[in-house]
């Protein structure tokens, strides 16, 4: 067989693939969907002539988080008896992920949001989860006919999607129109970058080597993070990719051992074999009391210590915001019982509270608009939420709220635990964005 | 060198993937030896600059190694007798991998057990995985090739990546699409150390398992009655009809000796890496495959070459301090020597070599 | 049926689509004969070959070997019944040793099964070192000298590959040796030395041999019967003399070429 030939049966092979995911990404068939939407949607609860969507990774190692923000959605909606103001809403619930996959995929991402673009009636989008999906979204829906959809994320941490990054183009790449239709509640990771130096500092970590999954995210936090530990002090001995289809990374480790580093921060998330990565660390450096690991929230999953198993025991994973178990404002406490109440779960995961405060932004901007999407977009910004659930705090004129609080989390016997709570001085985020 | 299932005396029937004919001009010959030179320049600086780490990375190459070897014989054997390249291989080995979590771990509880429990629950995993991944192996020959042994070549290609996405969607059924992933089997304790780095028996029980194995199989092929059948039959088919061989059982045969190299390595894969999941064989498979076509498609040593080199390749990019390209470059990396090789060597490293041996 | 008759076919026929390459031909050879099949090129006699060794299934008519019938079954079972064959260009296992190929021939006769094969018990190897010995002998017993034996087949010179193809065919323990066209290539001394080879052969091994030839005096040297096809169609049947006295024949086939 000539090379010419094998080519064509390796892209015939390819060609199957993305057949063989897209077959295995189409969700469960019934009938009285919206009309538009894509069957990676839900079939719509509530009644009325608008729509409310919520866009999140519903397969995979995410399943358990992106379930319990479809929930908080809904948990929101329903109190409002799916009446926002005078408007009458229906929510369905939408799946960037496949299951080949086990996490978000960019053309599930790029369908969604195309779909998005064709349902008129379609007053704002809850999510994504990641912020490379986000990414694909915001452009796309940005330009819909009658003006950008409004989109509200609980978990886009990626600072670039908001405010400068460092990466050409950022932000406003996503905002083709030039009018934003943007915001989200959580904590952008140039807080949590600088609170993970800030941790580490704590505990008079002076030698530091970073690992990141050469994704969106992953980079994007590393940088923030190197920034912010030169900024302390640290010594950063290397920030070098990881590659989620190795095998194992015991040369990686072996190669990272000889600079003798007292920590290893891990950027990127889980699912891209991450649970390989933590049981090598602890197999060529020793575990993780003898050299600290710390890991970004993309590991903040009950995936975690299910994939390292013990080899996860003691590493500690941060992730912005507060812990929502730990709410202590009256509305977040309230939120958290009644969310226990009527799913009948004793441990909200971490942005649970943040999808119904993501919900509770996008009401309130509905709420003050004349109903046209671009008045919707224009009430995202600047609002004041005094008795919000995740607390009291600002959305400022970019669409990033002004709470910074960066949860760090332990494993202990197989659970992810709250430890305590790192505020880092604004001066330090900024110093984290470059 | 009797490795060899195939022939090179049956040019005309059998292409090689040349992709231009054999150059032979200095310029090109000149090209080749300064990149070899420069190759071997990286290799030793880093030695010198860190010999431990060089050690140590070259070990875990060898480690590494041996398991594309193993699944790279079982692409090479298929390929040698059938033409045809059996991409459902990598698949057949990610079983391997569940099979032997399955057994060992889940039924038998191999986490909780040590020494001569832990011995025995392992060679009844590593058992259960070689004949089970046989058995699969032979059962998709049977199914999916025996018909199209006459079709047109393509017909058996495109039913083997059907067959690949079948295998890999049904371990998706049975186990799920997460990790399924263990605590450590094999003992870790350190061998020996190097420059404070451990040497753990893990890595001394991976080749103390496959190194055997290659051999065996080496002898098997080379030796018994089936597996001389089994070249014969690949060598001429006709001839060997008449030589009383029934070429339907030495077909067979070698499916189902290269369907227990990978289950073994699939074995050796889950014991040493603890994890896996169903899309595990995508990428050791078309490593494997790389493998077995670098060493020289046919040929069992060069399979066996091939997949040391590409574990080396792997662990010196991402293990070595000096200069190292960094991890995200491997597969690049694997699929440049893949090139070169098949510019230089159209035959790959010994294809050629056996044919011009007297 | 008697059991002087070693192969008897009758009214084989083959068509290949509309072609007919072996009309109705009867045919029979007795055991421990030498038998010759004759005729122009195209005629048939490859084709009838191939039936007799199970490659090809006869589109009609019955082939009986050694008192059973043959037709329909697979090539590897009438081998193991004891048909041994050549072929006109040789086809031996190019990347094996001229002592492997004989091995490789005796495969139907050692009955060691897939998996017992896989493990090399005392009684396994000296299964192995008798068949070495024998692989040698045979080879040896067919003219190639001991340190050809180690030789890849494919580096072998045209002589020594013919001695091994025929050794190789004799591992298989034939009661019937198919040649076809052995002679081809070889010249006048080499083709008296094959030609004695065959006599003595049949005399030592109780062989029935049945050969395609092309030069006239080899058949007329070594065959005790001879049978000439054309287009298929059977046209003689006899002694070599009365064969080469038919008229048909001579007109169908010999009519431009001297009969030594």
Same mark, same amino acid.
């Given at each position: 067989m000539s090379m010419r030939k094998l080519g064509s049966i390796l892209l015939l092979a390819g060609a199957t693939a993305v057949l063989a995911t897209a077959a295995a990404s189409a969700g469960p068939l019934s009938g009285k969907r919206i009309a538009g939407l894509p069957n990676t949607c839900s079939k719509p609860v509530g009644h009325g002539k608008y729509v409310i969507a919520s866009d999140f990774p519903l397969q995979g190692s995410l399943r358990p988080?992106?379930?319990?923000?479809?929930?908080?959605?809904?948990?929101?909606?329903?109190?409002?008896?799916?009446?926002?103001?005078?408007?009458?809403?229906?929510?369905?619930?939408?799946?960037?992920?496949?299951?080949?996959?086990?996490?978000?995929?960019?053309?599930?991402?790029?369908?969604?949001?195309?779909?998005?673009?064709?349902?008129?009636?379609?007053?704002?989008?809850?999510?994504?989860?990641?912020?490379?999906?986000?990414?694909?979204?915001?452009?796309?829906?940005?330009?819909?006919?009658?003006?950008?959809?409004?989109?509200?994320?609980?978990?886009?941490?990626?600072?670039?999607?908001?405010?400068?990054?460092?990466?050409?183009?950022?932000?406003?790449?996503?905002?083709?129109?030039?009018?934003?239709?943007?915001?989200?509640?959580?904590?952008?990771?140039?807080?949590?970058?600088?609170?993970?130096?800030?941790?580490?500092?704590?505990?008079?970590?002076?030698?530091?080597?970073?690992?990141n999954d050469a994704e969106a995210y992953g980079l994007g936090i590393a940088n923030n993070f190197v920034r912010a530990a030169k900024k302390l002090g640290l010594t950063v001995l290397g920030n070098s990719k990881w590659d989620a289809s190795q095998p194992n990374y015991q040369s990686l480790y072996q190669g990272i051992a000889s600079k003798h580093p007292q920590a290893i921060f891990l950027a990127g998330i889980v699912s891209n074999n991450g649970g390989q990565l933590i049981k090598d660390k602890v197999s060529v450096l020793g575990n993780n009391t003898k050299v600290l690991l710390l890991a970004s929230d993309g590991f903040n999953d009950s995936a975690t210590p299910k994939d390292a198993g013990n080899s996860a025991a003691g590493m500690f994973i941060t992730i912005g915001g507060s812990d929502p178990n730990k709410l202590s404002n009256p509305t977040g406490r309230a939120f958290v019982k009644a969310f226990r109440k009527a799913y009948h779960v004793k441990h909200l995961e971490a942005y649970t509270a943040y999808a119904g405060q993501a919900l509770l932004v996008l009401a309130h901007a509905i709420n003050k608009s004349d109903g046209s999407r671009l008045s919707i977009d224009k009430h995202l910004f600047k609002q004041k939420f005094p008795k919000g659930i995740i607390g009291s705090f600002k959305i400022d004129s970019s669409g990033d709220p002004s709470l910074g609080g960066v949860t760090v989390d332990v494993v202990k016997h197989g659970n992810i635990k709250a430890v305590t709570t790192v505020n880092p001085p604004l001066s330090l985020a900024k110093a984290a964005l470059g | 060198m009797g490795t060899s299932v195939g022939t090179a005396a049956e040019t005309s029937r059998r292409p090689s993937f040349a992709l231009v004919p054999r150059l032979r001009s200095r310029a090109v010959a000149v090209v080749g030896i300064l990149l070899l030179a420069l190759v071997a320049f990286w290799l030793v600086e880093n030695a010198v600059h860190d010999i431990r780490q060089f050690a140590l990375v070259s070990l875990n190459g060898i480690t590494n190694g041996s398991i594309y070897a193993l699944v790279a014989i079982g692409y090479t054997l298929v390929y040698g007798i059938l033409e045809l390249i059996n991409f459902a291989h990598g698949d057949v080995f990610s079983w391997g991998a569940m099979i032997t979590y399955s057994v060992a771990i889940s039924w038998l509880g191999a986490s909780g057990h040590s020494g001569i429990a832990l011995f025995g629950i392992l060679a009844v995993g590593l058992v259960c995985a070689a004949l089970f991944c046989a058995t699969l192996n032979m059962a998709v020959e049977r199914v999916a090739y025996r018909r199209l042994r006459n079709a047109p070549r393509l017909a058996p290609l495109i039913t083997a990546i059907g067959m690949s996405f079948v295998l890999s969607n049904l371990i998706a059924v049975v186990y799920g699409f997460n990790y399924v992933s263990s605590e450590p089997l094999l003992p870790r304790g350190a061998l020996f150390t190097i420059g404070g780095q451990a040497y753990g028996w893990d890595k001394l029980i991976v080749l103390l398992i496959t190194v055997p194995t290659l051999v065996s199989l080496m002898i098997v092929v080379k030796r018994t009655r089936w597996g001389k059948a089994m070249r014969a039959t690949a060598q001429n088919r006709d001839a060997a009809r008449l030589m009383g061989i029934d070429v339907d059982r030495a077909i067979a045969f070698a499916f189902?000796?290269? $369907?227990?190299?990978? =289950?073994?390595?699939? &074995?050796?894969?889950? *014991?040493?890496?603890?994890? !896996?999941?169903?899309?595990? $064989?995508?990428?050791? =498979?078309?490593?494997? &495959?790389?493998?077995? *076509?670098?060493?020289?498609? !046919?040929?069992?040593?060069?399979?066996?070459?091939? =997949?040391?080199?590409?574990g080396f390749i792997e662990n010196y990019n991402s293990g070595l301090t000096w200069h190292a390209p960094g991890p995200s470059w491997t597969e690049s990396l694997v699929f440049i020597l893949l090139i070169l090789i098949l510019v230089f060597r159209p035959h790959g490293l010994l294809g050629e070599s056996l044919s011009t041996r007297s | 049926m008697t059991d002087e008759l070693l192969v008897d076919a009758r009214s084989v026929r083959k068509e290949f689509g509309g072609l007919v390459a072996c009309n109705d031909i009867d045919f029979t050879v007795e055991r421990g004969s030498i038998v010759s099949l004759i005729g122009p090129n195209g005629a048939g006699k490859t084709t009838f070959f191939n039936m007799l060794t199970g490659s090809y299934t006869p589109t009609a008519g019955e082939i009986v070997f050694d008192g059973r019938d043959i037709v329909g079954l697979p090539q590897h079972k009438i081998t193991a019944l004891g048909i041994g064959r050549t072929f006109q260009n040789i086809r031996l296992f190019g990347a094996m040793t001229a002592l492997e190929n004989v091995l490789v021939g005796m495969h139907a006769r050692l009955d060691s099964g897939l998996f017992r094969s896989l493990f090399r018990t005392p009684l396994q190897r000296r299964e192995e070192r008798q068949g070495r010995a024998q692989a040698r002998e045979l080879l040896a017993y067919c003219g190639l000298s001991p340190r050809a034996e180690r030789q890849y087949a494919r580096h072998l010179a045209y002589g020594d590959q013919r001695r091994v193809e025929i050794a190789r065919a004799l591992a298989t323990d034939p009661k019937l040796l198919l040649l076809d066209e052995p002679t081809a290539g070889m010249n006048p001394r080499e083709t008296n030395a094959f030609v004695d080879f065959v006599r003595k052969a049949r005399e030592d091994r109780g062989l029935t041999v049945l050969l395609i030839e092309h030069d006239m005096r080899v058949v007329v040297q070594v065959s005790e019967r001879v049978t000439v096809l054309d287009y298929g169609e059977k046209i003689a049947e006899g002694t070599p003399d009365e064969v080469t006295a038919d008229e048909r024949v001579r007109s169908a086939y010999l009519g431009t070429k001297p009969v030594a």
């Open positions: 988080l992106s379930v319990q923000m479809v929930e908080a959605v809904k948990l929101e909606l329903k109190k409002m008896h799916y009446k926002i103001g005078k408007y009458s809403v229906q929510f369905v619930s939408c799946d960037d992920s496949t299951a080949a996959k086990g996490s978000w995929d960019p053309q599930t991402c790029t369908n969604n949001a195309n779909s998005y673009k064709s349902v008129t009636n379609l007053l704002g989008v809850i999510g994504t989860y990641n912020s490379g999906c986000a990414e694909i979204i915001a452009p796309i829906i940005n330009r819909a006919p009658g003006g950008g959809i409004p989109m509200v994320s609980p978990a886009n941490t990626y600072v670039g999607l908001t405010k400068k990054s460092g990466v050409a183009g950022e932000p406003q790449k996503y905002f083709p129109t030039g009018k934003r239709n943007y915001a989200r509640v959580a904590v952008p990771d140039n807080f949590q970058g600088a609170a993970d130096a800030l941790y580490l500092k704590h505990r008079h970590i002076k030698r530091v080597y970073v690992l | 189902g000796l290269g $369907g227990a190299l990978a =289950g073994i390595g699939g &074995f050796v894969y889950l *014991v040493y890496f603890t994890q !896996g999941r169903f899309d595990l $064989g995508f990428r050791i =498979g078309l490593f494997a &495959f790389t493998a077995a *076509v670098l060493g020289g498609i !046919g040929n069992i040593l060069g399979a066996a070459l091939g =997949g040391y080199l590409i | -």
